[in-house]
């Protein structure tokens, strides 16, 4: 009987849809003389059923009329846009149109003509499919949007497909790189290969431990870049030569690193100058990553940040806190010309005077306060060794500030919170007057002999020799057989 009703509704023209569904079944009840007899209740129930079947086959968003051309060998005309009312009605079957939308486990199927989505290819046949579909349907219909959820779900399945996450391990080694599988799926992330966005969500990625390189999984055999971390533990050392040019000719007008023919006309790709290495590289190599190179600190006490291709960024960014940099040889004259060296160069060699005594006393060391420097170990091993770091939170003033601070604690635990480290203070034997005497106080001076301190008035003033040097010497005569 509902195919009955459908084909009339079709033949007649003047029954195409204008409006809702239900306007076409009330017109023909009222045509046809339903209204006028009286129906019972089993026909009403079972009209009702058919209604409802009628209305969920018309809202199917893969549905355009297929199954009326097959029944009735004619052309139909074409379906208007279900009106939203529809969507919200009495109809029981709502969750259909839900389950449709890519949310139930057969949501790559449809509803004629499906399609098996079980393998690349015919994924691939169903993504265009919706491609066309999408374009063919009114924008922003409800059927659109839908078609555009289904193509969502496609594409996200074929991804899967191609790059399948369960079968890559999680640790891979290459070119000493020692490769991490990541689980973030963060959409920020760049690869360093291929120089295109890691879609974390459908990517497998990884991520050197090392040198912090990433890149796609598919992209990891082609990496030819060697870690490097591997250049830092082997050569920890800067080039502090500012830009050292030498031409692209000398290049033979290739990338440094991949070889690629470059020029600086952009043709056949643009050649990029890395400050730090004075080379030129691709768009690949190089993408316009900014950094402080160290030879123009130490020779120009310049802090702004240059260009440097990829592989430089890393280096600087593993070099930037390691103490390479003797600066009393680089560059004697830069303590001439920068005051807050000489300042740092001071409290670095108070703290050195004070290293015997915390080694020595077992409440500094149950305080640790030695830890305070961590982030600078090399500040209680030596006074004339720097980082880039270092000179960079010299320039701001962030070091100058936080090593004061460390001097007076300190200064405090040796001079008045630890009996013990004041007992190994000095009284001055030239003068014999005054308070006790430690050799990182600012108006002293050591013996560079036998390290007993004095006051510097006192000890420059008197002509004579050091007293203990004098007393340690005639111990030795006597002590020396006749």
């Known amino acids: 009987m509902l195919l009955l009703i459908a084909k009339q509704l079709w033949l007649n023209s003047s029954f195409i849809p204008q409006a809702s569904t239900k306007g076409i079944f009330d017109s023909y009840r009222v045509r046809s003389g339903k209204y006028a007899r009286p129906r019972d209740v089993d026909d009403e129930m079972e009209y009702d059923e058919k209604l409802a079947i009628f209305r969920q086959t018309r809202l199917n968003p893969f549905d355009r009329g297929e199954e009326e051309d097959v029944l009735h060998g004619s052309k139909t005309p074409p379906q208007r846009e279900a009106k939203p009312e529809l969507l919200s009605g009495t109809r029981t079957h709502s969750t259909d149109r839900t389950m449709d939308l890519g949310l139930a486990e057969d949501h790559f199927s449809r509803p004629m003509g499906s399609i098996v989505a079980s393998d690349i290819e015919q994924l691939k046949v169903a993504i265009e499919e919706c491609k066309k579909l999408i374009l063919e349907l009114p924008e922003h219909s409800e059927r659109q949007k839908d078609t555009v959820v289904k193509l969502i779900h496609l594409r996200l399945k074929l991804q899967e497909l191609k790059d399948p996450e369960e079968d890559e391990p999680n640790l891979r080694i290459l070119l000493e790189h020692r490769f991490s ?71 033979d007008y290739r990338c440094a690193e991949c070889r690629t023919p470059i020029s600086l006309r952009g043709v056949p790709a643009e050649a990029r100058q890395c400050d730090y290495t004075g080379q030129y ?104 060794m720097y980082s880039l770091q270092d000179l960079i939170d010299i320039s701001s003033g962030r070091l100058s500030c936080s090593l004061t601070e ?23 034997e030239l003068c014999k007057e005054g308070d006790i005497l430690f050799p990182f106080d600012s108006h002293t001076s050591v013996c560079h002999d036998c390290s007993a301190v004095f006051h510097r008035d006192c000890y420059y003033d008197n002509s004579t020799t050091c007293p203990r040097c004098a007393r340690m010497t005639d111990r030795k005569q006597d002590e020396e057989p006749a």
């Open 406 to 428: 460390i001097h007076t604690t300190f200064a405090k635990h040796i001079k008045l919170d630890c009996e013990r480290c004041q007992a190994k203070g000095f009284v001055c």
């Open 181 to 251: 599988k990541e689980k973030s799926k963060s959409v920020k992330q760049t690869c360093d290969k291929c120089s295109t966005i890691i879609w974390g969500l459908i990517q497998t990625w990884y991520t050197c431990t090392g040198c912090y390189y990433r890149c796609h999984s598919k992209c990891m055999n082609l990496i030819t870049k060697p870690c490097v971390r591997s250049k830092v533990s082997h050569q920890s050392e800067y080039q502090l030569s500012i830009c050292p040019e030498i031409g692209l000719d000398r290049q």
């Open 281 to 384: 590289y691709c768009s690949t190599c190089h993408w316009n990553d900014t950094a402080m190179v160290p030879a123009r600190v130490i020779h120009n006490w310049e802090f702004e940040s240059r260009k440097v291709c990829r592989s430089s960024m890393r280096y600087l960014s593993l070099m930037i806190s390691r103490p390479v940099l003797k600066l009393k040889e680089i560059n004697p004259l830069l303590f001439n010309f920068v005051e807050e060296l000489v300042e740092i160069r001071k409290l670095r060699q108070d703290i050195l005077l004070m290293k015997p005594y915390f080694i020595t006393c077992k409440e500094a060391m149950e305080a640790r306060l030695l830890l305070q420097l961590q982030d600078r170990q090399h500040f209680v091993e030596n006074d004339d």
